[in-house]
C-alpha cells in the first residue's frame, strides 16, 4: 500500500472516512483508475472490506490494461455500475493522441487544420453508422 507506483493509502483513508461518516452504508462502488491493483490490495489490508467495497476502472484507463482487467473490471460488465459522466473527453483524447506527437513539430495553423481534418473524419464516421 504504501510501496512505489500508485498510493493506494489515500483511498484507503477517504474509504475510512466515509465509513466513520455514514456508519449504515453496506456497499461501496467506486471507480479507480487502477481498481485491478487496488482492489487486491485493499483485500488484503482489510479483509472485512471484501462484500463492502467494488472497485471498478472508468472506460477510458482500460486502454492501458490488460484484456483480464477489462473482463473483470470493466463497468459495462458489473451489476450496479453503467457509464460514468465525464469520461467523454478522455475518449476525445483517446481518439486524436496520434495528432500530439506530429503536433508538436507543426505550426500553430497546421496544428489547427490537422485537428479539424480529424474532427470531421470522426463526425462522417459517426454520422455514416446511425444511417
Request: with cysteine; glycine share 8%.
Amino acid at each position: 500500500l504504501y510501496g512505489g507506483g500508485e498510493r493506494h493509502s489515500h483511498a484507503i483513508r477517504m474509504i475510512e472516512a466515509i465509513l466513520e461518516d455514514v456508519p449504515e452504508i453496506q456497499s461501496i462502488n467506486m471507480c479507480y483508475d487502477v481498481a485491478c491493483v487496488f482492489e487486491s490490495a485493499l483485500h488484503r489490508y482489510k479483509p472485512e472490506w471484501k462484500e463492502t467495497i467494488r472497485a471498478r476502472i472508468g472506460r477510458f484507463h482500460l486502454y492501458g490494461h490488460e484484456h483480464s482487467c477489462h473482463v473483470l473490471y470493466n463497468l459495462l460488465r458489473t451489476q450496479g455500475y453503467g457509464l460514468m459522466i465525464g469520461e467523454e473527453p478522455e475518449h476525445l483524447w483517446f481518439i486524436i493522441l496520434h495528432l500530439i506527437k506530429s503536433g508538436r513539430v507543426s505550426s500553430g495553423p497546421r496544428r489547427t487544420q490537422k485537428i479539424d481534418s480529424c474532427g470531421m473524419y470522426q463526425y462522417c464516421r459517426i454520422m455514416d453508422n446511425t444511417r
